[in-house]
């Protein structure tokens, strides 16, 4: 709430009002849209977000038209036991949302959140090879869960995914490769 204050003068639901125009004229060009609250669980500057606050950004964006709705953490902050609250309790109040959950994995809890997610019944995830990323707006935050990862404990869990972890972990060394740094991921 307060970064999209200072950055935009307006609360996330405020914003999210503007979205109606642009909306309409993609769904008009057959163009699939998608929402994301960006700091769904926490945020350095707000701490912990309550239900009610990312509620009130759903009913924005489902009076806008938009129904695939990611719950984000940019910062990093969300912890499983958080998740295991805020998952069935959206999935039950928006029934017709297409729901994406997108873990950053700044204090390391990123696969397990994903993991709380999974038992909540959510079943899309955003990751990425290696674990590149970040969040330019919040500082020192890391990159996105390791797709690798992220495989590896479905694996584990016997989890089908339809993925091959060796292909997606020769794809992450491709990519450390091109960057030229070490990245987050453990696989």
């Given at each position: 709430?307060?970064?999209?204050?200072?950055?935009?003068?307006?609360?996330p639901?405020?914003s999210v009002a503007?979205f109606?125009?642009?909306?309409?004229?993609?769904?008009a060009?057959?163009?699939?849209?998608s929402?994301?609250?960006?700091?769904a669980?926490?945020?350095p500057?707000?701490?912990?977000?309550?239900?009610?606050?990312?509620?009130?950004i759903?009913?924005?964006y489902?009076?806008?038209?938009?129904?695939?709705i990611?719950?984000?953490d940019?910062?990093g902050?969300?912890?499983?036991?958080?998740?295991?609250?805020?998952?069935?309790?959206?999935?039950?109040?928006?029934?017709?949302?297409t729901?994406?959950?997108?873990?950053?994995?700044?204090?390391?809890?990123g696969?397990?959140?994903i993991?709380?997610?999974?038992?909540?019944?959510?079943?899309?995830?955003?990751?990425?090879?290696?674990?590149?990323?970040?969040?330019?707006?919040?500082?020192?935050?890391?990159?996105?869960?390791?797709?690798?990862?992220v495989?590896?404990?479905?694996?584990?869990?016997?989890?089908?995914?339809?993925?091959?972890?060796?292909?997606?972990?020769a794809?992450?060394?491709?990519?450390?490769?091109?960057?030229?740094?070490?990245?987050?991921?453990?696989?």
């Open positions: 709430m307060a970064h999209n204050i200072a950055n935009l003068n307006m609360t639901a405020e503007g109606g125009a642009c909306v309409e004229k993609a769904k060009a057959g163009i699939g849209i929402g994301s609250i960006s700091m669980f926490g945020s500057w707000d701490k912990e977000i309550s239900i009610d606050t990312v509620k009130s759903v009913e924005a489902l009076k806008v038209g938009v129904d695939e990611s719950l984000s940019a910062s902050m969300a912890y499983p036991t958080q998740v295991m609250e805020m998952c069935p309790e959206m999935a039950k109040a928006y029934p017709e949302v729901w994406w959950l997108h873990f950053h994995n700044t204090r390391g809890l696969v397990a959140n993991f709380a997610g999974i038992m909540s019944g959510f079943t899309r995830f955003d990751s990425s090879f290696a674990g590149v990323g970040g969040c330019p707006f919040v500082p020192g935050a890391a990159g996105n869960v390791a797709t690798e990862d495989l590896h404990m479905c694996d584990e869990s016997h989890i089908e995914t339809g993925i091959d972890l060796d292909k997606a972990i794809i992450s060394r491709q990519v450390v490769q091109y960057i030229h740094h070490p990245t987050d991921s453990y696989i």
